[in-house]
């Protein structure tokens, strides 16, 4: 069925002045329709919101401050918007009518593209999120969606300002997040704040999906999505995608940088970065070689040397040959010798011109090689001229020390005495030799090191750290972090999962320690011993406290024994009245399940001495031992687990 055949407005005039000839797409918060302009007699765009929207008078206000805004920003990779208005309930903007696809439909029938594609289609976005933010405009949703790519090769972002204007609507008042969560940055997800470092973030975010088809997380709910963006640091595409060019894992990992502060400050920044990177990959295919501007030649003629000079000076001939018709029409030469004076002086110039040659090469003229190490090309080249060189720049080098762009070395070197025009080569710096940090996530620590060593990277210290999800001697992450670019030779810091950490748990009651045991991942099993002080207590334990263990890995626990089913408490034996009349008894506070931090402090306010040990909870109290509720005399020790 042809839903533009149901579509109430298909074939309407929208506000007098626009025919609306067809839908061209739906989304969640408005429709495209096909439209001709009556006043203008041109095709146009119109994007009609959602009637839940246009019926939000804050959402209609900042619509049209935000459509005037965008209608002021005139670039040719924005889609221009023409006009806003509002008929009856629709809420619309007549927007430049952009034939063609979008990069997400691009992606869908390719996958992915090659590096140089990728950047081709990122730079004329970056471009335009550029002039967007040089005009305050921050577009607050980047993603393929929004990127138009034109039938005749030309890049359009769309939607500039629509995710301003939602934000004010009631939706968002009740705590729902405006963005595409694939591509919203760590702090639009926590508090909703945006500027330019936003939109690179999601520029950076689409770099990888064009470059490796797909993007960096995925969950089963869009909080676990955006819940990585907020905890984890973005993958670099060479780990989905090996071979990927350094140069562009750089850039991805400066892009979606967690801290805003170490992002590139706006789009204009990220697009001098990734032209820079375009220009430095190598090509598919070789150079196509200029043709040089001269009268046409034969189909024979040879081709021209390299370097010709397109207008050269004319070369007047002493003689040239003579048409036949030209010798018979000239007058015959009269008989009898005459002597021919201008070949006399000719040859007088001839002697004398030979005999000054042979006197200015007897001369022996010697030039030093200046000192140019350390100078900037440019002036090192113009210096080496000036005194008759013949220079050549030589291929950079890379050097620590000299920085780049000044000269490293000459050949021959400062000093040497050189006759006549010398050939003098000269070599500049290219700075330090910078290598990405490889991706070595995941890998043992014997494998993250041949990995790092490859590249010319030696590990310093390796540090441990618990994790539930990530195996036990696997790197959790390098410090430097993955895809950095640092100096060949540089110390790595890798830190391995220690798996899970046998807590001491002696000491605690047999519920208590099956429920922390099991939702810390790991797999009590106990055994009950002989009697004890307390029943149903753990009195031993395998493995020991403090020893890494893999998830699911069983524990034994050993208990006193549990057949009374009743604690007693040391001062129960002492007297029905806790060994001391009602005044010295008191309730333990419970502390269950709170910072454990606060909880030392409420027990110790209440008058208990606190036993602190560690378990799995980082920092939330687990187990309490008395627990609360309990009465107790003054001083009594209470132990806590977190």
Request: glycine share 8%; hydrophobic share 40%; with cysteine.
């Amino acid at each position: 069925m042809d839903t533009t055949l149901t579509d109430p407005l298909v074939g309407k005039l929208l506000d007098g002045r626009y025919r609306v000839e067809s839908r061209i797409a739906r989304g969640g918060m408005a429709t495209v329709y096909l439209a001709l302009d009556i006043r203008l007699d041109r095709t146009v765009a119109v994007k009609v919101m959602h009637r839940s929207l246009a019926e939000d008078p804050a959402f209609v206000r900042r619509f049209i401050g935000e459509a005037k805004s965008v209608a002021s920003l005139s670039h040719p990779n924005v889609v221009h918007v023409f006009d806003q208005g509002t008929d009856g309930d629709n809420v619309y903007l007549s927007m430049e009518y952009v034939p063609g696809r979008t990069l997400r439909d691009v992606l869908r029938a390719r996958g992915r593209l090659p590096a140089r594609e990728a950047l081709e289609v990122m730079i004329p976005v970056l471009a335009a999120l550029g002039a967007a933010h040089q005009a305050g405009l921050v577009h607050r949703d980047v993603k393929p969606e929004n990127v138009l790519l034109s039938d005749d090769g030309r890049v359009k972002v769309v939607d500039f300002g629509l995710a301003r204007a939602i934000e004010a609507t009631n939706q968002t008042r009740t705590g729902v997040m405006i963005g595409t969560i694939g591509y919203m940055s760590p702090e639009q997800v926590t508090s909703g704040a945006t500027d330019a470092r936003s939109d690179v973030y999601s520029a950076g975010i689409m770099l990888f999906e064009l470059l490796t088809g797909r993007q960096p997380y995925e969950g089963d709910t869009p909080m676990s999505v955006a819940y990585r963006h907020v905890h984890d640091t973005v993958p670099v595409p060479s780990t989905l995608l090996p071979g990927t060019p350094p140069l562009l894992d750089t850039l991805v990992a400066q892009a979606t940088a967690r801290d805003p502060a170490t992002r590139p400050a706006d789009a204009t920044a990220l697009l001098v970065a990734a032209v820079d990177a375009h220009r430095m990959l190598p090509r598919e295919s070789g150079p196509v070689p200029s043709v040089p501007v001269g009268p046409p030649q034969s189909p024979d003629a040879a081709p021209p040397p390299a370097n010709q000079t397109l207008i050269q000076p004319r070369v007047e001939l002493l003689t040239s040959p003579v048409s036949d018709a030209a010798e018979r029409a000239a007058p015959r030469a009269r008989r009898g010798f005459r002597p021919n004076w201008f070949l006399i002086a000719l040859a007088v110039v001839m002697v004398v011109a030979v005999g000054v040659t042979g006197w200015m090469f007897s001369q022996t003229t010697t030039v030093t090689v200046p000192s140019l190490v350390g100078k900037n090309i440019t002036i090192a080249e113009g210096e080496a001229r000036k005194l008759g060189f013949l220079v050549e720049v030589g291929k950079a080098e890379n050097d620590e020390k000299v920085p780049k762009g000044n000269v490293l070395r000459t050949d021959p070197v400062a000093g040497t005495e050189t006759e006549g025009k010398t050939k003098l080569v000269i070599i500049a710096s290219a700075g330090p030799k910078r290598v990405a940090v490889p991706n070595v996530v995941g890998l043992d620590e014997n494998s993250a090191r041949a990995k790092l060593a490859e590249v010319g990277l030696v590990v310093d210290d390796v540090r441990k750290q618990p994790s539930e999800t990530v195996p036990r001697g696997q790197v959790m992450r390098t410090s430097p972090a993955v895809g950095n670019p640092v100096r060949e030779g540089s110390k790595i810091d890798l830190v391995k999962s220690a798996g899970l950490v046998m807590p001491d748990i002696k000491g605690m009651p047999r519920d208590q320690a099956d429920a922390m045991l099991r939702a810390a991942g790991f797999n009590p099993q106990f055994v009950e011993q002989t009697d004890s002080a307390q029943p149903c207590t753990v009195i031993a334990q395998d493995p020991q406290p403090n020893a890494e263990i893999d998830k699911g890995a069983v524990v034994r626990l050993t208990l006193s024994q549990c057949n009374n089913g009743e604690w007693r408490w040391p001062w129960e034996h002492e007297g029905d009245n806790g060994g001391g009349g009602d005044d010295k008894i008191i309730i333990i506070p419970n502390v269950m399940f709170k910072d454990v931090k606060a909880a030392r402090e409420e027990l110790r306010v209440a008058g208990m001495r606190v036993k602190i040990k560690k378990g799995p909870g980082r920092g939330v109290v687990l187990a309490q031992i008395p627990p609360g509720g309990q009465q107790a005399p003054p001083g009594t020790e209470v132990t806590l687990w977190h």
